[in-house]
């Protein structure tokens, strides 16, 4: 997935139409038949995946094809070009035609055979989805963010009130460079922690074109929209740049800082709260279609002294403490450290031991739904990392500084910034 100079992080990691069709039931076939080894059937837990265009596919619906319990049993996409696509590649798997198919989300939620949904839609579609999810008994395995501060905190309100599991679903968690480097920070393999320095990608290097244009046969355009104001059909609008437009997502820094900064976040053992103060500068574009932070500086400050640097480079992050400095260059780059005892430094039974799955997040979350254990990257912690998001991206927007109350979740004597904090919905849709 890439657009113009910006390259996604499944990019560095090399991870190897029409109306909708009626919806039908699975039929029940032998695990054999399936390649699914001796997990039976009745033991398997059915998915429906929520989106499913490049990412959606060729990461999450091919991670759970691949998981020998778990079985996919129908797609849903505004796309007919992606749902088909996807159809035929469940199909293919396990050697059948029952994958049902559908362009309303609300089709996969109302199914009671379904015991879990994978959402991997546009951000502005996470939360709302998720919510229905949840409410109608299912398990949640969701792509960050959130659009808004708000949103997040119903998110894990109504989580926590119907008891389901929810996995944030990226896989920084399971990788070895990043649960290494939080695990050595926390246990003071640097001495105390005082500065973290994140970089996050460039923003695309052209503004978007905003001329009208004819909404493809392929497209159901206003249920792609949903939630957001109504806006002209574009090309760049949809698909994989709306990052870069503000009625769906917060551009690079909701996109990629959802990553780093949860790592920073639990390298400085913030993961349930956040920072205090937030100082963001930055350039947007005057023209065009997007909107979202053109280039930006970023200095977050911690309320156990720490600050956080961020700016626009090469994907990277970096931990300094009294005693030395931990951290790589690079998406996944190698581990650095000012020396190399470091490095090889063995966490005691002990010290802290920070919770991952390296067979990453889909496997995690298939396991907490059959233990009904938080996942590696529970709702609470997505939100709170999506948060740090929100504030940078407020701070921008105001072109000032901007004070957060981390545990009340308020700016305070802050009328402007906290009206930033939510958005109104258009009709039907709501929370």
Not at 32 to 42: D, I, K, N
Not at 121 to 149: F, N, Q, R, S
Not at 164 to 181: A, G, I, K, N, P
């Amino acid at each position: 997935m890439t657009t113009h100079n910006t390259m996604s992080r499944r990019d560095f990691m090399r991870f190897s139409g029409g109306a909708a069709a009626a919806l039908t039931l699975p039929t029940v076939i032998d695990s054999r038949v399936l390649g699914q080894g001796a997990v039976a059937p009745s033991n398997r837990i059915t998915i429906g995946c929520i989106g499913v265009g490049s990412h959606g596919t060729g990461v999450n619906l091919k991670s759970f094809l691949a998981k020998d319990d778990a079985q996919v049993v129908a797609v849903c996409d505004v796309d007919s070009n992606h749902m088909e696509n996807a159809r035929r590649l469940v199909n293919d798997h396990y050697g059948n035609q029952d994958c049902a198919v559908t362009k309303d989300f609300r089709e996969i939620i109302a199914r009671p055979d379904i015991d879990a949904v994978m959402i991997s839609t546009p951000d502005h579609w996470h939360t709302p989805i998720a919510i229905m999810a949840a409410k109608a008994g299912k398990d949640v395995c969701c792509e960050k963010p959130t659009l808004t501060i708000q949103e997040g905190r119903v998110l894990v309100n109504t989580i926590e009130r119907y008891g389901r599991v929810f996995q944030t679903s990226t896989e920084d968690r399971s990788l070895f460079v990043y649960h290494r480097m939080a695990e050595l920070v926390r246990n003071g393999r640097i001495g105390k922690l005082h500065t973290i320095r994140v970089e996050l990608p460039h923003q695309p290097n052209v503004p978007g074109d905003s001329t009208p244009m004819p909404v493809p046969p392929e497209l159901d355009y206003d249920m792609w929209l949903g939630p957001a104001p109504y806006a002209p059909y574009n090309k760049d609008r949809v698909h994989f740049n709306f990052r870069w437009i503000w009625d769906y997502s917060g551009g690079i820094i909701t996109d990629w800082g959802t990553h780093l900064f949860d790592t920073a976040q639990w390298g400085n053992d913030t993961e349930h709260s956040g920072p205090i103060e937030i100082d963001a500068k930055g350039t947007f574009w005057n023209e065009g279609l997007y909107n979202t932070p053109k280039d930006y500086q970023v200095e977050y400050t911690y309320a156990n002294g720490v600050k956080m640097f961020v700016k626009d480079g090469n994907p990277s992050i970096r931990f300094e403490g009294t005693d030395g400095w931990v951290g790589n260059r690079g998406w996944i780059g190698s581990l650095e450290a000012s020396d190399p005892k470091i490095l090889t430094s063995v966490i005691g039974p002990e010290e802290t031991h920070l919770f991952t799955c390296p067979a990453g997040e889909h496997r995690n979350f298939l396991d907490c739904v059959k233990t009904r254990k938080l996942p590696y990257f529970p709702v609470e912690i997505g939100h709170r990392v999506s948060t740090v998001c929100h504030l940078a991206n407020i701070s921008l927007l105001l072109g000032r500084k901007v004070t957060w109350d981390p545990v009340k979740e308020v700016f305070p004597d802050d009328d402007q910034a906290m009206r930033m904090t939510r958005r109104s919905m258009r009709a039907p849709w709501h929370l």
